[in-house]
């Protein structure tokens, strides 16, 4: 977060997750666009089928009927006629010379049912029906190459139609398995987010009962009476109420409700002088001090929910502590104007760089640091406030938070003691 940080942005190729919903979105775009083109496919054969069977039928009736009717010299289009008498065979102008077929003609002629049949001649498809008619005997012939064309050219537009069909089908799928994986990928962003808002909250208070705990346990074993202990006895009891806090609004943020408890006055100076008084041990045992000012005459009361602002303050000093040397200072000051409440907290630790101020602020940058300050951020604009980062490399860093003062009163209840800064001997490791 400080010092040496540079922005960082995960590899989504190194993300299971992404890799997860990536294959999910593409194999439920594959089974769309797959089902559609399936359906496409089965249409266009029945169409196909369709189509073949009305020209067989079509073509039936015509020869039927230019069998029964029509005259050889002025056959119907697409047709020639055939007709028989004695021996002697006369044929439609422009008739093909591999017709007729005498052999149809003979056994009709010999007493034979009408006959239609299909035959290959000279490199043509013939349709043949071949009857009597009065004294002679009829035969009609039809080329179906006609159709054969008309059925190539249905293919054609089949194909065509597929292809397309098959694109529209990869964009529709596209567009379904991103709206269908959206609800899955943002359940997963919730979790990833639950889990890193669990790891981070929670730490900071463990670590400040482990602290006292360590602090008391070694007084204890000391010697040190009992009842100088009360006062290390009631912090923890008052860390352990504060991360059941924690707890409590971790547990109704997962499930996606939004911090409705009411608003109410809190006093900002209290609350900053409990919590520096809350890492005390902590600080002492890295050789750091904690000091709390108040600027000004006036209260610094704000209105808001005292847990959330309470894990504000928390984190601040969490933050600073964290990147203060030992023998380092921390101020925390709270001043009052034009209706605004500022809490500041500054150290002398390591710094930071101006131009990553913002970006402190953002959530898994930097591979991960910087989410407290996220946090912290979430809270102060849910409090309609705003907070800002400044600072140099080397030379410490100041986080200020404002927040609209409130103008009801001060909350009942007395003002804490100052947090107390003397030092004791840093904790073994």
């Given at each position: 977060?400080?010092?040496r ?67 050889v010299?002025?056959p ?53 029906r ?6 002679a005997?009829?035969?009609?012939a ?48 919730r ?26 346990a ?119 104007d034009?209706?605004?409440?500022r809490?500041t ?85």
């Amino acid at each position: 977060m400080r010092g040496r940080w540079r922005p960082f942005v995960a590899d989504p190729g190194h993300d299971p997750e992404r890799r997860l919903l990536g294959r999910a979105r593409r194999r439920l775009t594959v089974q769309v666009a797959g089902a559609i083109s399936v359906v496409l496919a089965l249409v266009g054969v029945l169409v196909l089928c369709f189509m073949e069977h009305q020209q067989s039928s079509s073509a039936r009736r015509e020869l039927a009927a230019a069998a029964e009717r029509a005259d050889v010299a002025q056959p119907p289009s697409c047709v020639w006629l055939y007709e028989q008498r004695g021996g002697t065979v006369r044929a439609s102008p422009g008739a093909p010379a591999a017709l007729p077929v005498h052999a149809e003609l003979d056994r009709v002629g010999r007493g034979g049912q009408p006959q239609v049949t299909q035959a290959e001649l000279a490199g043509h498809t013939y349709l043949i029906r071949t009857q009597r008619r009065g004294d002679a005997v009829v035969q009609a012939a039809m080329d179906l190459r006609y159709q054969a064309a008309e059925r190539s050219r249905l293919l054609r537009t089949l194909a065509a139609a597929e292809i397309a069909g098959l694109l529209a089908a990869v964009l529709v799928g596209q567009v379904i398995s991103r709206r269908a994986i959206a609800p899955l990928g943002e359940a997963l962003a919730r979790q990833r987010r639950f889990a890193a808002d669990v790891s981070h909250e929670l730490r900071t208070p463990l670590t400040r009962l482990s602290t006292r705990a360590q602090l008391l346990a070694r007084r204890m074993r000391g010697g040190t009476d009992p009842i100088l202990l009360i006062d290390e006895v009631d912090q923890l009891v008052t860390g352990c109420r504060q991360l059941g806090e924690v707890v409590e609004d971790l547990l109704r943020s997962a499930q996606h409700k939004e911090l409705r408890r009411p608003f109410g006055p809190v006093d900002l100076a209290a609350l900053a002088a409990e919590t520096a008084e809350a890492e005390s041990a902590r600080a002492q045992a890295r050789g750091v001090s904690i000091e709390v000012r108040c600027e000004g005459s006036g209260d610094h009361v704000v209105r808001g929910v005292e847990s959330a602002l309470r894990r504000v303050v928390s984190a601040l000093l969490d933050n600073a502590l964290g990147h203060t040397s030992p023998g380092g200072h921390i101020w925390v000051t709270l001043s009052s104007d034009a209706g605004v409440v500022r809490l500041t907290v500054r150290d002398d630790g390591v710094g930071l760089d101006p131009a990553d101020a913002e970006q402190l602020f953002t959530r898994f940058v930097g591979g991960g640091y910087g989410l407290g300050l996220a946090l912290v951020r979430e809270v102060v604009d849910g409090h309609h406030g705003t907070i800002t980062a400044d600072g140099r490399p080397g030379a410490g860093a100041v986080f200020v938070v404002r927040l609209p003062a409130d103008t009801t009163g001060p909350p009942p209840r007395p003002e804490p003691e100052p947090a107390r800064s003397s030092r004791r001997d840093p904790l073994p490791g």
